[in-house]
Nanobody, 115 residues
């Protein structure tokens, strides 16, 4: 089993930055990639970013150039650095672990960006 715990959310003003963290524990060897998703009120969940086992990364167009996903293997942590935040970035952000037989979600952390 894999357990995921997010932290780092909060209330910021437009243009400011936040770094989200995702602590990963359990059967880490079963994970092929880590992803960040977000869900705004009344909207469907949206994929934000991913980092693969090999270190490859990908981003949604809406965050490309502003958000950076990274990891610290020694600490079993995955991060989402969010810069130049906009009110449209307001959402609950969740990390997710993906493997051939795995899809696990964290509980999410709220990010609110005021205009």
């Amino acid at each position: 089993q894999v357990q995921l715990v997010e932290s780092g959310g909060g209330l910021v003003q437009a243009g400011e930055s936040l770094r989200l963290s995702c602590a990963v524990s359990g059967s880490i060897s079963s994970i092929d990639a880590m992803e960040w998703y977000r869900q705004a009120p009344g909207k469907q969940r949206e994929w934000v970013a991913m980092i693969t086992r090999g270190g490859g990364t990908g981003y949604a167009n809406s965050v490309k150039g502003r958000f950076t996903i990274s990891r610290n293997n020694a600490k079993n942590m995955v991060y989402l650095q969010m810069n130049s935040l906009k009110p449209d970035d307001t959402a609950i952000y969740s990390c997710s672990a993906v493997g051939s037989t795995l899809r696990k979600w964290g509980q999410g952390t709220q990010v609110t960006v005021s205009a």
